[in-house]
Every structure is written in structure tokens, then in C-alpha cells.
């Protein structure tokens, strides 16, 4: 069974920074494309930032391009999401993510496996 534990997240003011770390077990980690996505209250899910299998291709959403920049380390089984530049919008939980075998980075729709999430609250 795929399992996918986030960490990192917590209370930040606006302009400051956190890193969400994934950890995944259950499955060869470096064979599958990893994302992360995000969900305020009261909005639909939202597509944050993918990586390929190997690292090498990454796609953002607009809203954080510049801001975020996803990572993985595939020795440790472990994606990462840096977040700088946090303004108050980012508030969000946020879901680690793993793709259907054989599906690309930027298939939005191809995630299958999820993470708890974790909160990321940023103040004014």
C-alpha cells in the first residue's frame, strides 16, 4: 500500500518561508511523478506544482511560479516544496501527491495517491 506522510507545515508571516517535506513508502519512489496540491476552506483543490520521476521536468501554477519550487530526492523517497514569498492567500492544506503508474508529471488528473495534508497558515 502506497503511504505518503507530509511534514513542514505550521504558521508563517507574510514574506516568510517553509519547506513541505513527503516522505512515500509502498511503491519504487523514483518510477512515478510527484506533485503537490492545496485546498482552502471554502475552495476547490488546487494544482500547486509537480516533478517528473527523475526531476528533470517541473510545472507550477501560476499563482506560485516564482515563488515555490518542488524538488525531489529519490534516494531518500522524498519530495519537497520550498515556499518563499508566502503571502496570505498560500493559507491553504496542502497534499503531497503521487501519480498512476505510467502517468506524466503534468497530467493534472493522474494523481491517485494522497498524503493527510498538512496546514499552511500564513498571517497578515
Known amino acids: 500500500q502506497v503511504q505518503l506522510v507530509e511534514c513542514g507545515g505550521g504558521l508563517v508571516q507574510a514574506g516568510g518561508s517553509l519547506r513541505l517535506s513527503c516522505a512515500a513508502s509502498?511503491?519504487?519512489?523514483?518510477?512515478?511523478?510527484m506533485g503537490w496540491f492545496r485546498q482552502a476552506p471554502e475552495k476547490e483543490r488546487e494544482f500547486v506544482a509537480a516533478?517528473?520521476?527523475?526531476?528533470?521536468?517541473?510545472y507550477y501554477a501560476e499563482s506560485v511560479k516564482g515563488r515555490f519550487t518542488i524538488s525531489r530526492d529519490n534516494a531518500k523517497n522524498t519530495v519537497y516544496l520550498q515556499m518563499n514569498s508566502l503571502k496570505p492567500e498560500d493559507t491553504a492544506v496542502y497534499y503531497c501527491?503521487?501519480?498512476?503508474?505510467?502517468?506524466?508529471?503534468?497530467?493534472?488528473?493522474?494523481?491517485?495517491?494522497w498524503g493527510q495534508g498538512t496546514q499552511v497558515t500564513v498571517s497578515s
Open positions: 516533478i517528473s520521476y527523475s526531476g528533470g521536468t517541473t
Open positions: 509502498g511503491r519504487t519512489f523514483s518510477s512515478y511523478a
Open positions: 501527491t503521487m501519480a498512476r503508474t505510467g502517468a506524466a508529471a503534468g497530467t493534472r488528473n493522474a494523481y491517485n495517491y
